[in-house]
T-cell receptor
Framework: EAGVAQSPRYKIIEKRQSVAFWCNPI?????LYWYQQILGQGPKLLIQ????????DSQLPKDRFSAERLKGVDSTLKIQPAKLEDSAVYLC?????????????FGSGTQLSVL | AQSVTQPDIHITVSEGASLELRCNYS??????LFWYVQSPGQGLQLLLK??????LVQGIKGFEAEFKRSQSSFNLRKPSVHWSDAAEYFC??????????????FGTGTKLQVIP
């Protein structure tokens, strides 16, 4: 079974530039999550999709971050413009969509460095 | 607000010794609790979960955890640690948000070092 795919694996940009991350969840998984993991901290949920609708984006800095999940499958997370404090690993996860989510399947993440 | 606390940032144990990682949660209703492990170069992986029933749950790789409602705790244990258990361990809780959905909130993690 294919896992959660993320790209790119690494990205280095300068502050004020824009960047986009892509995620392909496990086939059939209705729920998709984007987490931000800053070095030394636990993952923080940025946005959660149920199919192609947003169910939680309370911790997403909406002045600079945006995300979409077209057709309820792939998802893109964008940062524009980036700040130094956005340096982190961005993790995508998916689950079947049950309540509670029995298991989150995580991708390998995208490590972002903002210089 | 719902929260998960892992009081130990870093723990070092000798190979073969027993292990206990602490987790406390703050949540009004019956919690849904998880332990995930993040090994170097690998993604987060579910070790075990508690939803209801027997308060002692078994997971993969020989780990177990015990839910204690009176202490709001869900501590992870292993009787004998192997060098390959060196990783970062995250406690997490699922809780309700609007629309009847649930979100998963993670603790800050405990980094485990295993010495020979």
């Amino acid at each position: 079974e294919a896992g959660v795919a993320q790209s790119p694996r690494y990205k280095i940009i300068e502050k004020r530039q824009s960047v986009a991350f892509w995620c392909n969840p496990i086939s059939g998984h209705a729920t998709l999550y984007w987490y931000q993991q800053i070095l030394g901290q636990g993952p923080k949920l940025l946005i959660q999709f149920q199919n192609n609708g947003v169910v939680d984006d309370s911790q997403l800095p909406k002045d600079r971050f945006s995300a979409e999940r077209l057709k309820g499958v792939d998802s893109t997370l964008k940062i524009q413009p980036a700040k130094l404090e956005d340096s982190a690993v961005y993790l995508c996860a998916s689950s079947l969509g049950r309540n509670p989510p029995e298991k989150l399947f995580f991708g390998s993440g995208t490590q972002l460095s903002v210089l | 607000a719902q929260s998960v606390t892992q009081p130990d940032i870093h723990i070092t144990v000798s190979e073969g010794a027993s292990l206990e990682l602490r987790c406390n949660y703050s949540y009004g209703a019956t919690p849904y609790l998880f332990w995930y492990v993040q090994s170097p170069g690998q993604g987060l992986q579910l070790l075990l979960k508690y939803f209801s029933g027997d308060t002692l749950v078994q997971g993969i790789k020989g780990f177990e955890a015990e839910f204690k409602r009176s202490q709001s705790s869900f501590n992870l244990r292993k009787p004998s640690v192997h060098w390959s258990d060196a990783a970062e361990y995250f406690c997490a809780v699922a809780h309700f948000i609007s629309g009847g959905y649930q979100k998963v909130t993670f603790g800050t993690g405990t980094k485990l070092q295993v010495i020979p």
